[in-house]
């Protein structure tokens, strides 16, 4: 199976910061990764999907980088409502994976 | 509106049996393949099982295969898993998810259910 590894586990950071989450995988990808938000209590929603694709509702300043083995999901500009843990996930087999997930928190 | 909506979860023995449900509507249910994921209660996601969407082609985790079976009833827009021989890992909120046409094969899941929790203890 691919191995997502995601990083940090968690980070603080300001309204207006920016900040990027990293995912790597075990094995190349090619593009198939998609991003997730999770908040507490709910089911996850899609970000983006094909590495860099923003799904449709998600905010502009989410955006996703990244092929092969090494992924980004940048926030250009945090805002409150951005508070949730964000999972990466591999597509590019059936048996699919997630990252381990990175809890955002707003100083 | 397109929803999903899980039933079937509850409190059950080690080495016991359950089936979850999940009802489909506001989508040609019979034109997306569908999965179940899981998530333990405050850990990460885990990708549970997959059916396509005519019911041909079924996948599992490894930590399932041979204990869970992944059904549809296309004619009555659900999902289901059979989940037998239980154990106390398998304890979790389970998600249903439909897979959408995003050029991938597989690809993302888009629509989430709310998910119903399953406890497996004595």
């Known amino acids: 199976d691919i191995q997502m590894t995601q990083s940090p586990p968690t980070l603080s950071a300001s309204v207006g910061d920016r900040v990027t989450i990293t995912c790597r995988a075990s094995?190349?990808?090619?593009?198939?990764l998609a991003w997730y938000q999770q908040k507490p209590g709910k089911a996850p929603e899609l970000l983006i999907y094909k590495a860099s694709a923003l799904d449709t509702g998600a905010p502009s300043r989410f955006s996703g980088s990244g092929s092969g083995t090494e992924f980004t999901l940048t926030i250009s500009s945090l805002q409150p409502d951005d508070s949730a843990t964000y999972y990466c996930?591999?597509?590019?087999?059936?048996?699919?994976?997630f990252g381990q997930g990175t809890k955002v928190e707003i100083k | 509106e397109v929803q999903l909506v899980e039933s079937g979860g509850g409190l059950v023995k080690p080495g016991g049996s359950l089936r979850l449900s999940c009802a489909a509507s506001?989508?040609?249910?019979?034109?997306?393949?569908m999965n179940w994921v899981r998530q333990a209660p405050g850990k990460g996601l885990e990708w549970v099982s997959y059916i396509s969407s005519s019911g041909s082609y079924e996948y599992y985790a490894d930590s399932v295969k041979g204990r869970f079976t992944i059904s549809r009833d296309n004619a009555k827009n659900s999902l289901y898993l059979q989940m037998n021989s239980l154990r106390a890992e398998d304890s979790a909120v389970y998600y249903c998810a439909r897979e959408g046409d995003y050029g991938g094969n597989p690809d993302v899941f888009d629509i989430w259910g709310q998910g119903t929790l399953v406890i497996v203890s004595s």
């Open positions: 506001g989508f040609i249910f019979s034109s997306y393949n």
């Open positions: 996930l591999q597509y590019k087999s059936f048996s699919r994976t």
């Open positions: 094995q190349s990808i090619s593009s198939w």
